[in-house]
Structures are given as C-alpha cells and as structure tokens.
C-alpha cells in the first residue's frame, strides 16, 4: 500500500515526550505545588504563633521591667522610712550648729552601710522647712535640689518615690520624720537605676538599657555611649558591648503611644526586637528618659526555618520515592504499548511480518489488560491489511494497463488541442460552450470556470447583422443542412481586447448521448489586419501628433481645389505657425515641445469641424483645409484657435507667457493657382502676421503693398550703411540713480542715428531693419568703440562711472564678436570693471544655451551683464536664476503705470525680491515722477531711469 505522505510531515513537525514521563512529570509537578503549599501552610502556623508568643513575651518583659523599677523604688522607700524612724533626737534640735554636727555624727553611723551593703547613692536630711541640713553623696550631682518634693512630703506627712534623670538616672525616695506627733523634716535617699538594669537581665534575660536626652552642648562621651541620631545618651546597658552597635544603627525612634512602642532590627545577621518605655518626665528635660529592652529573636527564628525546611526535605524525599515506584509500576506496560505503537507504522509500509514480530503480544499471562487487547487487534489487523494489499496489487495492476493506453491517446489529443495556435471550442446546439483550448482560453482571457454558462455569442462583439448570420449559419448546421461554414467575427477578450478571428463552424459527431455539439476552430488575423492598417496609417500620419502628414494633406488639398473649381464653392487654407516655439524647446528640452505640439494639435481639432482637414506640415507649422468656408468664416475660425490656444496651461512654460500661433490665411474657389502656390502664398500671409507680433492672422490678397515695404527696407538699409560710412551714428547717454545712495551711479550708452540735414532719427525707426539684415552686428561694434572711448576720456580726468551697453540678439551668435570685445577691453585695465552689457529678455531666452554661454564669457573678461526688458518676453523668474546676470531692468510698461495699478505693484515687489534673493540688482526704467521713485524704493529697487532722473544727453553732466 502506498504511504500517505502527510504523516511523516506531521509526525516531523511535533516534538515526541513518552506517555510516562508526562504522567511523572505531571505528578511531580502536582506533589510539587502540594508540598509547597503544605510548607507554606506550615511556615504560616509556626510564624503566627511565633507572633501571638512574642506579644506575650513582650508585654512580660515589659511588665517585669516597670515592676522591678517599681519595686526598687518602694524598697528605697521602705528604707528611708526606717530612717526617719530611727531618728529619736527629733531633727528640730539640729537646727543649730551643734546640733547639725550631732545629727551628722548621728547619720554618719549608718552611711557605710547604706553605701556598700545596700548601694545608696544619696542621703539628705530635711528640716520641716528650708536647705538640706546634712548630705551623703557618692556622685556628682549638677546643683540637686528636691526641696519642691520635700516639701509635699512634709506637708502630705507620707513618703513618696520618683525618678531622676540627668547626668546619671536616679531613683530617690522621701520619707517624713515625725517628732512629738509632728513632722519635723524628712530623710531622701537616691540610688542608680543600675541595680534595675542588672537585675532585670538576670531575672529575664533580656537586656535592659536606660536612654536620656542627649543634653545640649554635648558632642560626645569618654565611653562612646552617645547616639546622636537619636538625640540620646546611653547612662546604662546590660551587655553594652553587643548592644550599644545595635542602638546606635537606629536611626529614629518609634512614636510612643501610651508611654510603650517596639520596633524590630537586623544586626549582624541576627534579629533583635527593641521595646521602649517611658520614664516618668524629669524636670527641665526635653525629652522623657527611655527603657529600653533589647530581646534577640534570633535563635527563635532560626528554628522555624529548620523546623520548615525539614518538613519541606521529608515531603520532597515522600514524593520522589513514589514517583519511582510510579515508574517502576508503569514501565513494563509503557513499554509493551510503545513496542504496539511502533509497529503499526510498519503496516503502512506493508512490513506485516516485521510488525507482528514487534508485537509480539505476552505467551503467559494471568489476566488480560487493555495493552493484550490493542497487541491482538494490531496483529489481526496486519493479516487483514495483508491480504488486501495483494488483491488491490493485482488488480491495480490490471487497472494500469488500461490507463496507459487512455492516456496516451489523452495526451495526443490534449497536446494538440494546446499546441495549435488556432481556437478549438465546443458548443452545444443552443451556444452554450462544453470545452476551449489552451489557446482560447489565452485570448479570450476567460477561465474554465468563468466559461461556465457562457454561450457562444457572449465571446463576440455585438453587432446585429454579423451575429444574425452567425446564427443562421449554426442553425443550419444542427438541422444538417449544412455540414461546415466560414464566418468572419470580433472575439472580445475578457480584458476588453478585440480579436478578428475567422471560424470555421462543423457538426461534431460520435456523441453518445446523441446530443449535438458543435466544433468551432478559429485562426486569428488580428496581427496582419494591424500591421496592414498600421502601414498604412504611418504612409499617411504624422506620428508624433497623429495629424495627416505633409504628403497626404497636399493630396487632399489639391482634391479640394478640384472640387471648388468643379462646384464653384469656396474654400480656405489657414496655415498655422507657433510663436516662440523654439524658446520652449531651448529652455525645457524638445520632449516638451512634443507635449506642447500634441496639445495644439488637440485644442485646434477641437476647433475645426468634423469636415475639415488638419495637417502637420513641418516642425511647428500645422495646416487647416476648411470644406465650403468664405473669408469671414476662416478670420473667425483662426481667432477661435487664438483664443483656445490662449487658455492653454502647460507646466512646462513662465506664468506669463501665452501659447499663440501666426496663421495665415488664403481663400481659393475659382482660383487658378496650384497646391505648390497656395501653400506659399498662406506662408507669406502667416510671416505678415508674426510681422505684426504674432498672436494674430492675416489674409494673404494679390498686390497688398509688399513692395512698398521692400523700397522702406532699402531705404533704411542704405541709410545705415551711409552712417557707417560716414560716423553719421550718435551715442547719447542717459543717467541710471542709485535709489539708496540717491546719486547717480551708471549711465546706459542708447544708439542715435544724424539724418542728412542733421536732424536725430531714433532707433525705433531703424533698429528693426538693421536686426533682420544683419547690419545690428556693426552698429553694436560701432557702440561699442565709442562708449569705451568716452570712459578713457573720463578716466584721463579722474572721473569714473559704469556704462551700460545694449546687445542686440543677433550679435550674441556672432563669433566674432566675442573677440572684438576683448580688444577693446585691453584698451585699459579700469574699462572691464565699468562695462554692463545689456541683452533683452527675448533675445536671451530665443537662444538660451548660446545667450548662457556668451554671457560666461564675457563675465570672465570682468563685465557685468543685465537682462533687459524683464517682463515683456516670456517673464519667468527661472531666467533669473539661470542666466548669469548681474542686473535685472523692469520693463517699463510696469513702471509708467506703477502707482495705480496693483497687478504692476505685485510684479514689480515679487520680482525685487526674486532678484535679490538670487543676489541680482534691480533697475526700473520709464521711472516718471516723484511718486513712482518713492514706491520704487520702499520694494526694495535698487536703481531707476527715465526722465524724472535724466534725459538722454551726448554729453555727461
């Protein structure tokens, strides 16, 4: 029998633990919380009668300890009764100073005993009033006196007891002297509470100790016996030199409720319990005297952790013996099912006999258990597995055979159906499709199961007429009038792709249960049919915006001149040519100049109608045919394109610039001229139109004066000539005011031409004439010269100023230019350093990359360089920043109307800061009035020019 290869896999992935330890493990870990459980409980037991004892024992030791002091007092107070009795001289006859030296003699009797056998420190003896008579002292009191206490015992006529602590704690007892029935004085006698500290250890214990108030002034003891956390003084200490360490580690004492508090203590890894009693209160003192018992728990203590942990060994050793014994009692099964368990496996593998060998079940036994059941049933099991396996095998054999010949067949047949690269689909009578191949289901894009309930005609794109025939073509093919057709139809794929597919539709026969089915194969032509159509279209379209190309617009131009002339209708040529188009591709690279033709070829489509013709005929021009359109329909078809291209946003361009094309125009019916000459005639009609400025149109009419144009240009052609010839050009000079220092700082070089009877002519008369026929480039050598001459002259007498020198566009292509500079420059070492060329904004920006490299040049030879006319070109802060320019002079339609217009305000302000975040300088020029300067300066200009600062002059003032 083959092995289910899920079980290995699974039986890798767990982690095997016997039967029998988990059962210990779990046991041990049951006996484990039990045990400890029991400690705890037991730990808690002796732990809370260690509790309730010590509260015993505490209020013992403190009870013996008020009872000895208490005791000692009353036997001193005994004491001094018996004194005072055995005074029978009466203590008013020594009242005199023989009779004080009697009653001395008379005391003096018995004060050794007193001292030595009975150890009292003091005695005194009282008259009924005044000072002590006599006094017997073995220590130094400060300054004692009783005579408050003497007195109450005088007058109560009763002995009394108290305690005293200060430099030493005493105890003293009174007792009155009767005499004749009266009291006559009193016997005090005081000894040391030292006797109630020795006592007290030997009757308990316990060590006792007496603590008074540190007094003030006091920084130490000869013996050490200050504990100055404390503010407190040590006077006695049974067993000092193990206690005293220990009282000096605390750092506070226990608050005293009801004159009694105990605190607990760890000294030298042992336990200490400290019980405080207060004294009764000494006169004068801070702070009342302390007992305090001192009672070592730590052999007590010590003992309940034996006693736990000798309990906690015997548990452990109880649980571990029966965890072997446990063991012992289960590993003899354990290990007769585990060799059960083992073998089974080998079933899976057809091992039978091996497996029965392992099992091997018990031959003696007195009684059965569950293990001899499962050994039994395991080895029954193995015959029956056994036996099955040789059926299965023979009959799988038979089964194999047969196989292999079904699947050979199946594998030619599917093989075929996917390697062709046709479509083969089945279909029943109704459409519903049974199978698709490989190659199907890959063009359609559709599942099997996504096919499920499809029909035929789902696949194929909607179109009435072609599916009625798809139809009717089937149809004849069930009812069998048909045996095969060819049909021609659009497979639509499930992502929406086209397909032209031609079918050819058969009756598929050798159906068992006599239903029809239909076999479809399809060849798909998509690809030739595309490539046909795509030849064709690139024969006849511009790729890059999808207008007709050149070729194929002059064909269709030169029909519609066959037909205006055959119908006698008008029609109309707009031939379109982008303004500034080659600023775009300088500045943003030709990828955007595409984008910008792809969006002007759309805006003008959208623009023209449905009949007419739009062409690409060359890099930026573009061609209309208008079908049946008069000459008032073409000016308002070319002002609409205008408009539109007009609202044209392309990221690519300045805020300020506009999208605007030339066009021009040319209407043509009975006219006899042909394509070559139409179109030449709308080209002329188009450069009329950017003659004028662009943004515009113009229609092209035989005999509109062009030769009148022709004689103005040769005139001033010939008359710029002459003036080279004859010095007949002028240089006037107009001063440039630093607005900050308020003092003119540089003056700009303008251009003039004499006239032949010495009238001036200005440039604007000329200057347009000389760019286009080149004369620009001598004029601007001329300037030049001149300028740098009359900065010599200045310098020879000790003046200096900048000078500002207009470029024109054409003369920054001139290689030579760059060279004649130069020579002029080494005419002195001072000219560089006062020389600003000026270059307009279009003309720097129409050739952008030579314009840059210019301006580097000549900033190398030590010039300076402005931009001039900003605003009125194409009016982006980039040139700002990458032109290398010093200088930035604001057009002067911003200035003249500056103080009542807010759009020119926000211009101006804006570029200000522009430049001089950039480190530009700013001029204003046409600067008017005195209005204009002071806005001028408050936007942070830094120049002006016009004729508020000064007119052009020859001279320099």
Known sequence: MPESPSLPKA????????????????????????????????????????????????????????????????????????????????????????????????????????QLDLGIDWLQVYPRAGPPLVTWSTVALDEFTEQARVRDVVVQERAMRWTRCRVVCTQF??????????????????????????????????????????????????????????????????????NLPLLQELTALPELPGGVAWVLLSHADRQFELSFLALDATDGAAAPALLVVIDDLTQPLEDIRKSVWSRLQGELLASLVSLLLLALLV?????????????????????????????????????????????????????????????????????????????????????????????????????????????????????????????????????????AETRHALEEIVAGDRQHTQLESILVGANGESYEITWNHSRLPGRIDDAVVILSVGIDHTERKRAESHVSYLAEHDPLTGLVNRQHFQHELDKALLSARRLARDGALLYLDLDGFKYVNDLSGHQAGDALLRTVADEVANVARSSDLLGRLGGDELGVLLH????????????????????????????????????????????????????ANADIAMYQAKSRGGAGWHIYSEGEGVQEKMQSRLHWEEMINRSLLDEGLLVYYQPILDIRARQVSHYEALVRMRSADGSIIPPGLFMEVAEDSGLIREIDRRVIHQVF?????????????????????????????????????????????????????????????????????????????????????????????????????????????????????????????????????????????????????????????????????????
């Open 11 to 114: 039986h890798s992935r767990s982690r095997f633990l016997s039967l029998k330890w988990k059962v210990l493990l779990t046991l041990g870990g049951v006996m484990l919380s039990v045990n400890g459980a029991l400690s705890w409980l037991h730990f808690h037991d002796l732990t809370s009668r260690f509790e309730l004892q010590r509260t015993a024992t505490r209020e013992r030791l403190i009870a013996e300890a008020f009872a000895l002091r208490s005791d000692f007092g009353l036997r001193l107070q005994a004491l001094a009764g018996m004194l005072a009795a055995l005074d029978s001289v009466g203590v008013s006859l020594f009242q005199t100073t023989a009779g004080n030296a009697l009653l001395r003699q008379h005391f003096d009797s018995y004060w050794p005993v007193l």
């Open 173 to 242: 007892a009174a007792a009155p002297i009767l005499s004749a029935g009266r009291v006559a004085g009193a016997v005090v006698l005081g000894s040391s509470l030292a006797d109630v500290v020795v006592s007290f250890n030997r009757l308990s214990g316990a060590d006792l100790g007496v603590l008074i108030a540190k007094a003030s002034g006091t920084t130490g003891s000869a013996d050490g016996k200050l504990l100055p956390r404390l503010g407190y003084q040590v006077l006695g200490l049974s067993g000092a030199e193990r």
């Open 331 to 467: 590993h003899a099964p354990l290990q007769r099912m585990t060799r059960a368990v083992r073998a089974i496996p080998l079933l899976g593998r057809s091992a039978f006999a091996e497996a029965r060998t392992r099992i091997a079940p018990r031959v003696r036994r007195l009684v059965d258990d569950e293990i001899d059941g499962l050994d039994e049933a395991a080895t029954a099991l193995s015959y029956r597995l056994e036996t099955l396996e040789r059926d299965v095998a023979a009959h799988s054999a038979e089964m194999q055979g047969m196989l292999q010949r079904i699947s050979v067949e199946r594998d030619f047949s599917q093989g075929l159906l996917d390697t062709a690269q046709v479509i083969i689909l089945t279909q029943y009578a109704d459409g519903r499709i049974l199978t698709l191949n490989r190659y199907g289901h890959l063009l359609s894009g559709w599942s099997a199961a996504e096919l499920i309930g499809k029909r035929f005609g789902d696949l194929l794109r909607p179109d009435e007429s072609a599916g």
């Open 628 to 679: 049946e359109c008069d000459r008032d329909g073409a000016v308002q078809v070319a002002e609409k394109i205008n408009k539109r291209l007009a609202e044209i946003r392309f990221p690519e361009l300045a805020a300020s610039h506009r999208v605007s094309a030339s066009i021009g125009i040319v209407v043509f019916s009975e006219a006899t001229m042909d394509v070559k000459q139409l179109l």
């Open 789 to 957: 001459g009359k900065m010599l002259a200045l310098f020879a007498i000790g003046r200096s100023y900048k000078f500002s020198i207009n470029l024109s566009g054409v003369s920054i292509n001139d290689a030579r230019l760059l060279s004649f500079i130069r020579d002029e420059l080494s005419r002195s070492p001072l000219l560089p350093s006062h020389v600003v060329f000026e270059i307009t904004e279009t003309a720097a920006v129409s050739d952008f990359s030579a314009a840059r490299t210019f301006m580097n040049a000549v900033r190398e030879l030590g010039c300076a360089f402005s931009l001039d006319d900003f605003g009125v070109g194409f009016s982006s802060f980039n040139y700002v920043k990458q032109l290398p320019v010093d200088y930035v002079k604001i057009d002067g339609s911003f200035v003249r109307t500056l103080v009542d217009s807010p759009d020119d305000q926000v211009f101006v302000r804006a570029l200000a800061e522009v430049a001089r975040g950039f480190g530009k300088k700013t001029v204003a020029e046409f600067v008017e009035d005195e209005r204009a300067l002071k806005m001028l300066r408050s936007f942070g200009v830094d120049y002006a020019q016009g004729y508020f600062i000064g007119k052009p002059a020859p001279d320099i003032a």
